[in-house]
């Protein structure tokens, strides 16, 4: 099995048709968490086709993504406060495609 890492992904889209397709796109890579933050493990391959694709959607100029590298999706321990409404941290399940 590929080793895969914890990512944080985050962005700001400026159109409102752009960020609904950047939405609908990282949907299919991670777990979402807020409006426009995802937690995903990924192997290197995925991540660099996550990043491809995204790059493809958005317009350089006008909208900003945030890719952060939290580690080694087995060793990392992921600790969040949450203020407000409750928080549950993703578990990792399989997913049938």
């Known amino acids: 099995m590929a080793k895969e890492r914890l990512y944080l992904v985050t962005y700001d889209i400026s159109d409102p048709k752009r960020w609904r397709k950047v939405f609908r796109l990282m949907n299919g890579f991670g777990h979402w968490l807020q409006l426009s933050v995802f937690q995903c493990r990924l192997a290197a391959r995925r991540r660099a086709e996550m990043t491809a694709r995204l790059d ?39 997913t049938i495609v």
């Open 56 to 94: 493809r959607l958005i317009e350089p100029s006008e909208d900003h993504i945030l890719v952060v590298d939290l580690g080694p999706a087995d060793k990392v321990d992921v600790r969040v406060e949450s203020l407000g409404k409750s928080y549950e941290s993703p578990k990792r399940q399989a």
